[in-house]
């Protein structure tokens, strides 16, 4: 009598295997799906198609609601904006010098004992 080695499955694990697969093949959709909204997310074009479409609602429930926006509160709201844009790039550029400053700091004491220790370093300089 011969004894099959291969057993085969039960309706169960049938369908356990197909459960699996198919939370598999999900999950693998899911992940193409995400990695393609991020390329998108930090393309310009997505950026640019935001904007134009907040601005496009914005101006949507202006007319609807019948908003006047007054030419002094437009000059103050622009000013106020530019105020926080330029604090915020000056808030950027001291840290990232202050950065390099320490940068700075941590190699230039070589190049101080270097000068200090060394008699062709003297004579250059």
């Known amino acids: ?10 309706l169960k694990q049938k369908a356990f295997l197909y459960f699996y697969k198919s939370k598999q093949y999900l999950n693998n959709k899911w992940y193409i799906v995400k990695e393609e909204i991020k390329k998108l997310s ?3 074009f997505f950026h640019f198609m935001l904007f134009g ?21 437009l000059y103050g709201f622009a000013f106020a904006t530019a105020g926080i844009i330029g604090a915020s790039i000056a808030i950027i550029f001291f ?11 941590l190699f230039s004491t070589q190049y101080l004992n270097k000068f200090i220790e060394s008699t062709k370093e003297k004579r250059i300089f």
């Open 95 to 105: 840290f990232s010098t202050f950065i390099l400053q320490s940068t700075a700091d």
């Open 42 to 44: 930090n393309s310009f």
């Open 1 to 10: 009598m011969k004894t099959s080695d291969k057993k085969e499955f039960t």
């Open 53 to 73: 479409v907040s601005i496009f609602l914005l101006h949507k429930i202006l007319i609807y609601s019948n908003l006047t926006i007054s030419d002094d509160s």
